[in-house]
């Protein structure tokens, strides 16, 4: 089992800047990719970003390219997505999830992830 906890989400200003963490426990760490997903009011989960075991590759949804940064430190079992030039339609309760498969094509899907966070949820204000 992996336990995933989120932090970071509150609420901002169109422009702004939020930094979010997923704290991971229960398993080692590096050996999950790591992804984060949001969900706003009324719509599906949608994928935003991957990141691969080790941190050198990412995948990011079209929406968040260029403003989204996803990264990880295995050493703090933590992985976190900087998230600037925010927008009122980036907001969305955020999830982090993890999963044990081998890197592919199908990373943004939410079946491919093993364990899911909580969510934390994320305000941006025009």
């Known amino acids: 089992q992996v336990q995933l906890v989120e932090s970071g989400g509150g609420l901002v200003q169109a422009g702004g800047s939020l930094r979010l963490s997923c704290a991971a426990s229960g398993r080692t760490f590096s050996d999950y990719i790591m992804g984060w997903f949001r969900q706003a009011p009324g719509k599906e989960r949608e994928f935003v970003t991957a990141?691969?075991?080790?941190?050198?590759?990412?995948r990011y949804a079209d929406s968040v390219k260029g403003r989204f940064t996803a990264s990880r430190d295995n050493a703090k079992n933590t992985a976190y997505l900087q998230m600037n030039s925010l927008k009122p339609d980036d907001t969305a309760v955020y999830y982090c999830?993890?999963?044990?498969?081998?890197?592919?094509?199908?990373?943004?899907?939410?079946?491919?992830?093993?364990?899911w966070g909580q969510g934390t949820q994320v305000t941006v204000s025009s």
């Open positions: 999830a993890a999963a044990s498969k081998s890197w592919g094509t199908t990373t943004y899907r939410n079946d491919y992830y093993d364990y």
């Open positions: 990141i691969s075991r080790g941190g050198g590759v990412t």
